[in-house]
């Protein structure tokens, strides 16, 4: 009768051991795949940016370069960054870590969750001025890119509470996706009163970070869809040569052929399918719209500290607001110039000099290839600021000047940018 339930258990028994073997035990899983690597790179898959692997291991390589930012990273054109550095055989390749709705705090869970991945290495950040809402990232963005892997990884490495961990845990525990456990909800309330997490929760978080790490190794590629083939095509319309004032004249033919049919030289696809058809209804819709007070400026904060902390050298890049739909829409310039006022200020009062501010290219033909996101013009443009900032991937010496208590309250956040310096 034994051997009879054994042999019926004893089989699943065995598959549960071993499972559980696989997903507890500290050896690594090798994923130091390049070709897989390569795909990561362009594929803003969201178990890449969830996830910490493949990531660190990209990093590791000496070959890649973080590209943080959002939706406009997601638009792969002749002049997309990840196209200009393949065609013109350029040292590094950008690894896209965005994608539509991922912002401030979403990639600063993704920055110290790589391991020494930014340590005295070079970043580019784009920052959006459309994240900068009045309440801050919105929970279906947050939850779409919410990495309890990461957050872990966070929690189990804490060895002092700074006043940067207490916004961070106040933060997230304003979501709900992260209360659901409830652990972790009780480990981020100690942290927001500014103790450490008790050692038995410590002990089990870190049992549980295992397992997610276990998951990220063998899981993150599922689903995963390179723009490689993309960006091989994009690369076959540049000349042989860069040359700037025949890209230029190529930006401008692209540009005009797909946004010729509309005043607002919006490319003809995206303002077919999602203006047109609402086009009245837009006329003076943005007028009361505001981007100068935000909690998104101390969520911003927290990936400045992350980046001082490893000694990244970044280049931030702030793109316009299509002119043209600006006017039609009621948004106002005078607020978006303000708007990069003051984060220019909080990026360059702390010593982070490295700011290409497009904002006065609003009304550049081409700039844009839409509403908001850049396009031939202005990517060409931005090209001109990347390329030579990473023409050595490694860090130069910088100092920061970190000034957290000021720029993680509320304070800041509210701020007029009228009274900034």
Request: hydrophobic share 40%; net charge positive.
């Amino acid at each position: 009768m034994k051997k009879k339930l054994f042999g019926i258990f004893g089989p699943i028994v065995l598959a549960a051991v071993l499972l559980l073997l696989l997903f507890f035990s500290p050896i690594k899983i090798n994923t130091n795949n390049q070709t897989l690597i390569q795909k990561a790179a362009s594929s803003m898959s969201g178990n890449v940016l969830r996830g910490n692997d493949i990531k660190a291991e990209a990093m590791e390589s000496g070959k890649y370069v973080p590209f943080f930012g959002s939706s406009e990273l997601s638009r792969i054109s002749p002049f997309h960054p990840s196209v200009l550095a393949q065609k013109y055989d350029r040292d590094y390749t950008p690894f896209l870590m965005g994608a539509p709705g991922t912002q401030s705090l979403t990639q600063f869970m993704m920055m110290q969750s790589m391991g020494n991945g930014l340590k005295n290495k070079k970043a580019v950040f784009i920052i959006s001025p459309q994240w900068f809402v009045k309440e801050g990232i919105k929970r279906d963005y947050f939850d779409a890119y919410y990495s309890p892997e990461q957050t872990f990884n966070w929690v189990v490495n804490l060895k002092k509470v700074t006043p940067s961990d207490q916004y961070l845990a106040t933060r997230l525990l304003h979501y709900g996706i992260v209360r659901k456990d409830d652990r972790l909800e009780r480990m981020l309330q100690a942290i927001q009163a500014g103790n450490l997490p008790q050692k038995n929760d410590l002990r089990f978080s870190q049992l549980k970070l295992n397992m997610l790490n276990r998951e990220d190794q063998l899981f993150s590629t599922i689903g995963m869809v390179s723009r490689q083939k993309q960006i091989d095509h994009a690369t076959k319309e540049l000349p042989a040569q860069y040359d700037l004032d025949e890209l230029n004249d190529l930006a401008a033919q692209l540009g005009e052929k797909q946004t010729g049919g509309n005043e607002f030289a919006i490319q003809n696809n995206f303002y077919k399918r999602r203006i047109a058809p609402r086009l009245d209804q837009l006329r003076d819709s943005q007028k009361g719209w505001d981007y100068r007070y935000s909690p998104e400026f101390s969520d911003f904060q927290l990936a400045l500290n992350q980046l001082a902390k490893e000694h990244t050298e970044c280049l931030f890049i702030i793109p316009p607001v299509n002119g043209r739909w600006a006017t039609y829409t009621g948004i106002s310039q005078t607020m978006l110039d303000q708007f990069a006022k003051k984060i220019k200020y909080q990026l360059k009062s702390q010593g982070f000099n490295h700011v290409a501010d497009f904002t006065n290219q609003a009304d550049t033909n081409y700039f844009m290839a839409d509403t908001i996101h850049m396009g031939w013009k202005g990517w060409l443009k931005a090209d001109q600021k990347i390329a030579p900032f990473l023409q050595k991937k490694t860090a130069q010496p910088v100092t920061y000047q970190l000034n957290d208590r000021y720029f993680l309250s509320r304070e800041w956040q509210k701020m007029d940018p009228s009274q900034v310096e």
